[in-house]
């Protein structure tokens, strides 16, 4: 039977949402969850937003440091605290999305391992029920 969706049991998440694109991503971290630590984000959401946010780095250093050390400097240190809080929301939200707390974060201090852990984490595929911190964005 073409053309007809398949209805999921009683209870059970319907099939997955589409995937953020990459301007979908950086555009809902940037504006409609600038500073926001509540909920949940998709790997898509925090993977595109940390590609982003490492181009637009190295690009504001390199054209900063072609202009002036100093400059450079300055525009790197802009940019820096821009990105911070958005930065520091969908990666917290990212670890509600996999049942953590986002003080988990705090895990980064860990010299290598930290981040290695972390990494995992982010990588890692969200919960696909609702938790603590909401239902699934990937399966609303």
């Known amino acids: 039977m073409e053309g007809m969706n398949p209805v999921p049991a009683p209870g059970l ?5 589409p995937q953020l694109g990459l301007v979908e ?4 971290c940037l504006t409609e969850k600038y500073c926001n ?5 998709r790997r898509s959401e925090y993977w595109w937003f940390a590609l982003a946010n490492g181009v637009v780095s190295y690009l504001v250093n390199l054209i900063g440091g072609l202009i002036s050390p100093t400059t450079g400097l ?3 240190c802009i940019v820096a605290l821009a990105l911070l809080l958005p930065g520091l929301g969908v990666g917290v939200r990212r670890l509600h999305d996999i049942g953590k707390s986002g003080w988990m974060w705090l895990i980064a201090l860990i010299p290598i391992v930290g981040a290695i ?4 984490w982010f990588a890692k595929d969200g919960d696909r ?3 603590q911190y909401g239902p699934s ?3 609303q």
Request: charged letters at 20%.
């Open 13 to 17: 998440p319907a099939g997955p949402r």
């Open 25 to 28: 991503a950086v555009k809902t």
């Open 37 to 41: 630590f509540e909920g949940r984000a």
């Open 74 to 76: 300055v525009l790197a």
């Open 117 to 120: 852990i972390l990494l995992v």
């Open 129 to 131: 029920n609702p938790n």
């Open 137 to 139: 964005p990937k399966y």
